[in-house]
């Protein structure tokens, strides 16, 4: 079963940086766009950053300039480079994956979440 796993996240001051990990295991055809998504209290999930299958990058409005991501598509990983973290970039960080899963008799595309990292910046 594909799963996609992250690491990185924590607290840190304003100002300061973070790196988010994203990799991918089990049995991977294909991949398609990898991003990441977010999720702050009382609030909808929405898209900070993607990697599209074209080689396009797009960003919330609000990370553009802070924000970085980048993607190793043979090894199936995402990471998103994060500086300049302000209060409201508090939240529960999401890996995303459209991807395409090899399970023997079968390959299935869908999309893929990863169980969230939160990061949380506070003075």
């Known amino acids: 079963q594909v799963r996609l796993v992250e690491s990185g996240g924590g607290s840190v001051q304003p100002g300061g940086s973070l790196t988010l990990s994203c990799a991918t295991s089990?049995?991977?055809?294909?991949?398609?766009?990898m991003g990441w998504y977010r999720q702050a209290p009382g609030k909808e999930r929405e898209l900070v950053a993607m990697?599209?299958?074209?080689?396009?990058?797009n960003y919330a409005e609000s990370v553009k300039g802070r924000f970085t991501i980048s993607r190793d598509s043979a090894r199936g990983s995402v990471v998103l480079h994060m500086n300049n973290l302000r209060p409201e970039d508090t939240a529960v960080y999401f890996c995303?994956?459209?991807?395409?899963?090899?399970?023997?008799?079968?390959?299935?595309?869908?999309?893929?979440w990863g169980q969230g990292t939160q990061v949380t910046v506070i003075s």
């Open positions: 995303y994956g459209d991807l395409l899963g090899d399970y023997g008799t079968y390959r299935r595309r869908a999309d893929y």
């Open positions: 089990g049995s991977l055809f294909d991949i398609y766009d």
């Open positions: 990697s599209t299958d074209g080689g396009d990058t």
